[in-house]
């Protein structure tokens, strides 16, 4: 649920680096509450916030999410005429895990390294390095990313990987995908990096319409084997699908989850009602937020508070709200065990 440049599956959302506020005023990131709903009678205490300074994510043990693996989309012609980029990003696919992404985001958006030293260090770190530096000497390859710092990351790591096979590659920040997906099928752009189940669900809606059911799901492999025939007749290959997810996740304190012996959703479900939920203005009835935690998980939501989306981690540090909606791989958040 946040306004990323891709669009997120939690709904159709546009806006800065991650989304709204809720229930009061979209945008006044004030943190204004609805009415207090209580717990079911016989269920579990409520669960006071607890202020911290590291931000843990509870692990979706029910599939509420979508598998938004970062996943190498490659232009179909680009493909045909060079396997070795397929297969060189695919290296890079299985360098990278969600705690990996988190310190590259960490490292560029926190600590304010570039994207392309961020990469190199990457690539140098995994040993991605083609062992045959001529495979793709005397061909021009641009490498596209959405104007987010994750992708363009992504992106400085693709190319770098295809330089160092003899690529003469650059890196190129389009914009959101209804303006980088045409020019990669056009094969002005080579290679984009891309989420599994946000573009499966964008290239479903493109060629069975919008009325079409659903190809996404929890599963990567599932959701990879829907995307696949949807990226063929959009003139595209894709990659293999990396462990790394960018996707919607819940975030409570390390001392809210040490203090209630948290690691799932469902523990948390389990040990506390009432919580405090700090989420965007969409939250409250979007399927993959609170009523997903309702309904998946019987979580008991006792008050809503709405923040601009970059706000809601320091409501959760600041004990403002005991669980707030963030993204998977945000650089703030903490180690996972």
């Known amino acids: 649920m946040r306004t990323s440049p891709r669009t997120r599956t939690l709904g159709v959302l546009a806006a800065a680096v991650l989304a709204l506020g809720a229930c009061g005023t979209p945008g006044s990131g004030g943190g204004q509450a609805e009415p207090d709903r209580t717990s079911a009678a016989g269920g579990p205490p409520a669960c006071e916030p607890v202020a911290g300074e590291t931000l843990v994510v509870l692990e979706d043990d029910k599939g509420l999410q979508n598998a938004d693996n970062v996943i190498p989309a490659v232009n179909a012609q680009v493909a045909a005429d060079h396997p070795e980029v397929v297969e060189l990003l695919d290296a890079v696919s299985g360098a990278l895990d969600t705690d990996r992404l988190i310190e590259l985001n960490r490292s560029v958006d926190v600590d304010r390294r570039t994207p392309s030293e961020v990469a190199a260090q990457f690539v140098e770190d995994e040993s991605l390095a083609a062992p045959d530096p001529s495979l793709g000497t005397g061909t021009s390859l641009t ?195």
């Open 143 to 337: 490498v596209g990313a959405a104007n987010f710092s994750e992708s363009i990351t992504l992106a400085e790591i693709y190319a770098q990987v295809l330089r160092s096979a003899g690529f003469d590659t650059q890196t190129q920040t389009v914009g959101a995908r209804e303006t980088y997906l045409p020019a990669l099928q056009s094969g002005d752009l080579a290679v984009v990096p891309e989420y599994a189940a946000t573009l499966a669900t964008y290239l479903n809606a493109q060629v069975n319409g919008a009325d079409a059911a659903p190809v996404a799901s929890s599963d990567v492999d599932e959701t990879v084997a829907a995307l696949t025939p949807l990226a063929e007749q959009s003139d595209l290959v894709m990659g293999a699908a990396s462990a790394a997810q960018d996707q919607n996740a819940f975030a409570v304190t390390a001392e809210f989850a040490a203090a209630h012996d948290l690691t799932t959703l469902s523990d948390l479900a389990a040990a506390c009602g009432g919580v405090v939920l700090a989420g965007p203005p969409e939250c409250p009835e979007r399927p993959f937020c609170q009523v997903g935690l309702e309904e998946t998980y019987g979580l008991t939501v006792g008050e809503f508070k709405s923040y601009d989306f970059a706000l809601i981690g320091q409501a959760v540090r600041q004990g403002d709200a005991a669980v707030g909606l963030v993204t998977s791989s945000d650089g703030s958040l903490g180690p996972r065990d």
